[in-house]
């Protein structure tokens, strides 16, 4: 999904600073939990005061929904792209689970962002202002079980049920990205983990 370019100097800087604050917040989310960062100490990180930093978002639940819209637009750009390359189901699953790595392990994406505000996603997703994000959320859903159903159908997946087996997939990668900084798995390099990793799972979904 291409940006539209802010059209003068103040809607640049506008821009340059929400993409900052955004920044700040992934990165404090990261080494704190979503439930020990406030907009304090976002705001102090970027030497704002708490008042400046409510000029950009209200609250936090504003801050982080618009951190996973943003993210989530590009997950769901990647998708469609990844799609279009290819109509192979057992291609598109490689190139959705290298995705999902490459961007948790780099530290950027919505598959980052997810994993340090995890507990905060149900109540985002029942949220009436979150219409938006539900709507990115739902193709997004549906475009990893179109893959998983074709999958199947084609005969070149397990035949599980598609929730079931997506699911397991899910939980797989999760692991791993639970694991990576841990004393098994900080020293190996991220691209001998992330093609780890995508052979064990293609070879557990694959017939």
């Not at 699953?93 to 994406?109: A, F, M, P, S, T």
């Not at 995890?118 to 109540?123: A, D, H, L, V």
């Amino acid at each position: 999904m291409t940006k539209d370019k802010p059209a003068n100097h103040r809607e640049w800087e506008t821009h340059q600073r929400t993409e900052a604050i955004r920044a700040t917040a992934l990165r404090l989310f990261a080494e704190r939990g979503y439930a020990g960062t406030t907009l304090e100490a976002v705001a102090a990180e970027l030497g704002y005061t708490k008042q400046a930093l409510y000029y950009y978002f209200k609250n936090k639940d504003a801050l982080v929904r618009s951190l996973i819209q943003e993210s989530l637009d590009g997950a769901l750009s990647r998708m469609e792209r990844i799609l279009l390359a290819s109509s192979s189901p057992r291609e598109n699953l490689r190139e959705l689970v290298d995705y999902y790595l490459e961007e948790h392990l780099q530290g950027r994406g919505f598959f980052h962002i997810f994993h340090h505000v995890e507990s905060f996603m149900g109540q985002l997703l029942e949220d009436e202002d979150s219409l938006h994000l539900q709507a990115t959320m739902g193709r997004f859903n549906h475009h990893v079980q179109g893959i998983l159903e074709r999958g199947i159908e084609q005969g070149v997946f397990r035949r599980e049920d598609p929730l079931t087996l997506g699911g397991v997939v899910l939980a797989l990668v999760s692991g791993v990205i639970q694991q990576a900084s841990g004393p098994m798995l900080r020293n190996v390099p991220p691209e001998i983990l992330r093609k780890t990793v995508i052979e064990i799972i293609m070879k557990g979904v694959c017939l």
